[in-house]
């Protein structure tokens, strides 16, 4: 294990990842979710993007795919902040990093701190770019920062202004919004109606509860992967992922392990028996836990349907039946994607709070 000594009383050390979280070296990890947890509400103000550690571990775990390494800044025996170091294994052009300091800990050179060991991970991965998130909340204050598509604005954060210090540029802005699945549901199912009647006898609404069922994988995988392609994504430099049914799996174990429930709504193009559109719902274990909406994609070949209308709207009604008492769905979309937050704005979604999509592209 690397530890680093940045200061008096400041040291950064990488996490180990525990087998179980109640053996005796899941502490840290306990740690960092419950960091993470405060983080996210601090700089939005709201809990909705609260995690369990049951929910994270198996992320950590699994390496087959993609490698999350973390490194936490101590001092004494006190934690006051992380940093995760993120990428795909096939995937070879960027890392992701996920910076976690709580307001009263900036300022003391922590954040810098941790900045810089994890570029300093990302240039020996032989990585060659860098890309940030940053949380806001929904009013975007008097000095707001613009991304270059010229879509949206986030509010000037210490974390935001620490990036653009440090060489990132703000490439996107997603907006999150937040869907009341208590309201009726009359208006999701008129909309359904009327979708479906646009998109006609070539398109059939095809719904499952992960796992997904084998003879699926292979064509939900030729969808997830454009995701990588099919979605709006300003300057940020992205791989084209390669998926396959063995990668379905190993994806829908680590929602299993996590004890996560997922209902994946999908419209199957009758004439070639390929997945056209998909949406993707997900809760935790504990009743009443807000609902995340993870992936949303109508593949481009295939829009102009209303194929986003449908998936939308039949995900939320078969999830009143799955989780009954969620009281929402979250979801976070790109602003310059008009076409899906048109449909979300439609539906009764709302913005809730922003994200900001930073890079760097090192030499």
């Not at 390496?63 to 006190?78: K, N, P, S, W």
Request: with cysteine; proline share 6%.
């Amino acid at each position: 294990m690397t530890v680093t000594h940045t200061g008096p009383g400041l040291t950064i050390t990488e996490m180990v990842v525990p087998a179980h979280l109640d053996d005796a070296d899941a502490a840290d990890f306990h740690a960092l979710v419950a960091l993470n947890n405060a983080v996210c509400l601090a700089d939005t103000g709201l809990d909705d993007l609260s995690r369990t550690a049951a929910e994270m571990l198996p992320e950590w775990q699994d390496r087959t795919d993609h490698v999350t390494r973390t490194f936490l800044a101590h001092e004494g025996r006190a934690l006051v902040g992380a940093v995760t170091v993120g990428h795909g294994v096939a995937e070879p052009t960027s890392a992701e990093v996920d910076l976690m300091v709580l307001p009263e800990h900036w300022g003391r050179g922590v954040e810098q701190a941790l900045l810089d060991r994890a570029e300093a991970e990302v240039r020996a991965l032989g990585r060659r770019v860098m890309q940030a998130w940053t949380l806001h909340r929904a009013a975007a204050g008097t000095a707001p920062l613009v991304p270059k598509t010229g879509w949206g604005a986030i509010s000037s954060t210490p974390h935001a202004r620490l990036l653009a210090e440090n060489g990132f540029a703000l490439e996107q802005v997603e907006r999150n919004s937040a869907f009341d699945l208590q309201a009726d549901p009359a208006p999701v199912e008129r909309m359904l109606a009327e979708a479906l009647a646009v998109a006609g006898d070539d398109y059939r609404v095809v719904s499952w509860t992960v796992p997904t069922p084998p003879e699926l994988r292979a064509g939900y995988a030729w969808a997830l992967s454009r995701m990588s392609t099919d979605v709006p994504s300003g300057d940020l430099e992205i791989d084209e992922e390669t998926w396959d049914a063995e990668r379905i799996a190993r994806r829908d174990a680590r929602f299993v392990d996590g004890g996560q429930t997922v209902s994946v709504a999908a419209v199957e193009h009758v004439p070639t028996g390929t997945i056209a559109a998909f949406n993707e719902l997900v809760t935790g274990s504990a009743p009443g836990e807000v609902t995340h909406q993870y992936c949303t994609l109508v593949l481009k070949e295939h829009r102009g349907h209303r194929l986003g209308i449908v998936v939308k709207c039949a995900n939320i009604l078969r999830w009143r039946g799955i989780a009954p008492q969620s009281p929402r769905i979250t979801t976070f979309n790109a602003e310059e994607n008009r076409p899906m937050l048109d449909i979300n704005e439609a539906l009764g979604f709302a913005p809730a709070s922003y994200a900001g999509a930073w890079q760097k592209r090192l030499a």
